[in-house]
């Protein structure tokens, strides 16, 4: 069988690297390996013995070099004896890896103590805040937030003051991008002790990233159910404090925190009874598909579909495309054999398919 002579550009030990690191291919791990071997390396042997041109192994011995993997090797001069020809030594991955990175983790360090500096420097005025803070709760039941980072140093300031519970719902599906950051928010509220119960659409079920991020939310400690509607987002801290998104400032990213012990025990036990009438959360078979809040879905539809309201406006009511809504129509028409939409419904009510 024939085999190739190794070249540098193979890469057989992918190395991932920048534009100024060599990357390492079979030649490399061909020389290195001759270097250990005989104690030393001498190029142009190598070049004879592997069948490589010399041009390239001295380009790969190069490579190494840079990388402090071979050194010259002083004893033999420029040229070399015939008792000891000129050559390289090979040195340790370790010792190679210390050279290269001994800087940048020295940085790292510098760095790492600048910014404990600086977050001890301005740390130093957090009491005046959570007095503030205090005093703010106490004097504006209402609070208007506008600028997208006050909204999330707020939200950041409540949930980490959380003693006993954070209540929430979602009408929207997030992006994926969305779940890192709030898994973390999590994983640091539940490690408090303090209990998480959260509410979203069944529509997000839907999603293979949606039914994973549950999944580790409900292995972490949380609650999560799903229910038809979910009709604005809002979260509860302690039945202390909720934050509703602000409709009214018509940019989409400003919040109200609401502290008004009236308004806001209105707006829990309005949470608490979608709560109760709401579907725990499991893993649907392979992750994907609505599992249990199927059949409860379905009812939504053919609800929405009775109303009369238009597919635009039913498909926001359920948290999900017009094409989505559209499409469990047509299905349930078809598995009902209905020639129309209001047949649909009263076939469906014959056959009890609202009983509960």
Same mark, same amino acid.
């Given at each position: 069988?024939?085999?190739?002579?190794?070249?540098?550009?193979?890469? /057989?030990?992918p190395?991932?690297?920048?534009?100024?690191t060599?990357?390492?291919?079979? @030649?490399h791990?061909a020389?290195y390996?001759?270097?250990? !071997?005989?104690?030393?390396?001498d190029?142009?042997?190598?070049?004879?013995?592997?069948?490589v041109r010399l041009?390239e192994? !001295?380009?790969?011995?190069?490579?190494?070099a840079?990388?402090?993997?071979?050194?010259?090797d002083?004893?033999?001069?420029a040229c070399?004896?015939?008792?000891?020809?000129?050559g390289?030594?090979p040195c340790? +991955?370790?010792?190679?890896?210390?050279? @290269?990175?001994?800087?940048?983790e020295?940085?790292?360090?510098?760095r790492?103590?600048e910014?404990?500096?600086l977050?001890?420097?301005v740390?130093a005025l957090?009491p005046v805040?959570?007095?503030?803070?205090? $005093?703010s709760?106490?004097?504006?039941p209402?609070?208007?937030?506008?600028?997208?980072d006050?909204?999330r140093?707020?939200?950041?300031q409540l949930?980490?003051?959380?003693?006993?519970?954070? /209540?929430?719902?979602?009408?929207?599906l997030?992006?994926p991008e969305?779940?890192? !950051?709030?898994?973390?928010? #999590?994983? !640091?509220?539940l490690?408090?002790g303090?209990a998480?119960? #959260? @509410?979203y659409?069944?529509s997000?079920?839907a999603?293979?990233y949606?039914?994973?991020?549950?999944?580790r939310?409900?292995?972490?400690?949380?609650?999560?159910r799903?229910a038809?509607?979910i009709p604005?987002?809002?979260?509860?801290?302690?039945?202390e404090?909720?934050?509703?998104?602000?409709s009214?400032? $018509?940019?989409?990213?400003?919040?109200?925190?609401?502290?008004? +012990?009236a308004?806001?025990g209105?707006?829990y036990r309005?949470?608490?009874s979608?709560?109760d009438?709401?579907?725990?959360?499991?893993?649907? +078979? $392979?992750?994907? $598909?609505y599992?249990?809040?199927?059949?409860e879905?379905r009812?939504?539809?053919?609800?929405?579909?009775e109303?009369?309201?238009?597919?635009?406006?039913?498909?926001?009511r359920?948290?999900m495309?017009t094409?989505?809504y559209?499409?469990?129509?047509?299905?349930?028409?078809n598995?009902?054999?209905?020639?129309?939409?209001?047949?649909?419904?009263?076939?469906?009510?014959?056959?009890g398919?609202?009983?509960?």
């Amino acid at each position: 069988m024939h085999t190739s002579p190794p070249t540098a550009a193979d890469p /057989a030990v992918p190395v991932d690297a920048d534009e100024d690191t060599p990357r390492l291919g079979e @030649l490399h791990t061909a020389l290195y390996r001759r270097a250990l !071997e005989h104690g030393w390396l001498d190029p142009v042997k190598a070049a004879m013995r592997l069948g490589v041109r010399l041009a390239e192994v !001295e380009a790969a011995v190069r490579d190494l070099a840079r990388l402090h993997l071979l050194r010259r090797d002083a004893g033999s001069g420029a040229c070399g004896t015939d008792d000891h020809p000129a050559g390289w030594i090979p040195c340790s +991955p370790n010792a190679a890896a210390a050279h @290269l990175t001994g800087s940048i983790e020295a940085e790292i360090r510098r760095r790492h103590r600048e910014a404990e500096r600086l977050r001890s420097h301005v740390m130093a005025l957090n009491p005046v805040f959570e007095d503030s803070w205090q $005093g703010s709760s106490q004097q504006n039941p209402i609070v208007h937030l506008t600028l997208p980072d006050t909204v999330r140093s707020s939200l950041e300031q409540l949930s980490a003051g959380a003693r006993q519970e954070v /209540a929430a719902a979602h009408p929207l599906l997030p992006p994926p991008e969305a779940l890192t !950051e709030g898994l973390a928010r #999590t994983t !640091e509220v539940l490690g408090r002790g303090v209990a998480m119960r #959260t @509410l979203y659409p069944h529509s997000v079920l839907a999603h293979r990233y949606m039914q994973q991020h549950l999944g580790r939310m409900t292995a972490l400690g949380a609650e999560i159910r799903t229910a038809g509607h979910i009709p604005d987002r809002i979260l509860f801290f302690d039945r202390e404090s909720a934050v509703i998104a602000d409709s009214a400032a $018509g940019s989409g990213t400003g919040a109200v925190v609401i502290r008004d +012990p009236a308004l806001l025990g209105h707006l829990y036990r309005a949470w608490e009874s979608t709560w109760d009438a709401a579907l725990p959360f499991s893993s649907a +078979p $392979g992750g994907t $598909g609505y599992g249990s809040a199927k059949d409860e879905l379905r009812r939504s539809v053919l609800r929405l579909l009775e109303s009369g309201l238009k597919d635009e406006v039913a498909a926001r009511r359920l948290s999900m495309s017009t094409s989505t809504y559209r499409r469990h129509v047509t299905e349930l028409m078809n598995d009902l054999g209905a020639d129309s939409r209001f047949q649909a419904g009263s076939l469906a009510r014959r056959n009890g398919w609202f009983d509960s």
